[in-house]
């Protein structure tokens, strides 16, 4: 079946202007998260989304970043103001459920959206 | 806080070796393991996890242990072949949404 997409793959912005980013989780996954992978780094925590609701927001670096996610599907990742640290590439998951009775869903990853600020 | 130690960051084995990556995770109510491969360009694929109540899960030439008392967990990879190059990370959840903690990532590089 269809997988995690992501769109845009690339984008490349100047800094200061803001930018969209779109994640399309797996049909019936419930949870979904967004992580950035930094230059030669680990994955970062972004946000993540029970249905709508967003329960943990703690990973957002700063109030430039915001997401929202509509009809249990679809999310969009925001950066305002962008900023040359913000470069990275930006992947979303999705899991079933989330976390059920202490049972942790597998997270199945898109291929990112790589953004680079100029 | 939670954080995840990785080692090593670059391995290189010839092709029929085992190779070995190990974590060490912080957070005493971790109770979820996963390790991903990422290939060049793509996201992060899923190849084995462990939960905390058993201590050894074998897929094939993949395996993972787990050491709660230790807060250790290592992937261990038999008769490597050139196409197991990658990037492998390791994380940890303990978290009742269920986010991951990753590790730094380990390049594995298998030479035929």
């Known amino acids: 079946g269809a997988g995690v997409s992501q769109s845009p793959s690339n984008k490349v912005t100047e800094k200061g202007k803001d930018v969209e980013l779109r994640c399309d989780p797996i049909?019936?996954?419930?949870?979904l998260y967004w992580y950035r992978q930094s230059l030669g780094q680990g994955l970062e925590f972004l946000i993540y989304?029970?249905?709508?609701?967003?329960?943990?927001k703690s990973g957002l670096p700063s109030d430039r970043f915001s997401a929202e996610r509509t009809g249990g599907s679809v999310s969009t990742l925001t950066i305002q103001r962008t900023q040359q640290e913000d470069s990275a590439v930006y992947l979303c998951?999705?899991?079933?459920?989330?976390?059920?009775?202490?049972?942790?869903?597998?997270?199945?990853f898109g291929p990112g959206t790589r953004l680079t600020v100029l | 806080g939670e954080n995840v130690e990785q080692h090593p960051s670059t391995l290189s084995v010839q092709e029929g070796d085992s190779a070995v990556i190990k974590c060490t995770y912080s957070?005493?109510?971790?109770?979820?393991f996963p390790w991903y491969k990422q290939e060049l360009g793509k996201g992060p694929q899923l190849i084995i996890d462990?939960?905390?109540?058993?201590g050894e899960k074998k897929d094939q030439r993949i395996a993972v242990t787990l050491n709660k008392t230790a807060k250790h967990f290592s992937l261990h990879i038999t008769e490597t072949q050139p196409e197991d190059s990658a990037v492998y990370f390791c994380?940890?959840?303990?978290?009742?949404?269920?986010?991951?903690?990753f590790g730094q990532g380990t390049t594995l590089q298998v030479k035929p």
């Open positions: 957070d005493s109510a971790s109770n979820y």
């Open positions: 462990i939960r905390s109540n058993v």
């Open positions: 049909s019936g996954h419930t949870a």
């Open positions: 994380a940890s959840s303990a978290s009742n949404t269920g986010k991951l903690i």
């Open positions: 998951a999705s899991s079933l459920a989330g976390v059920r009775l202490a049972h942790t869903d597998t997270q199945y």
């Open positions: 989304f029970q249905g709508n609701s967003a329960p943990d």
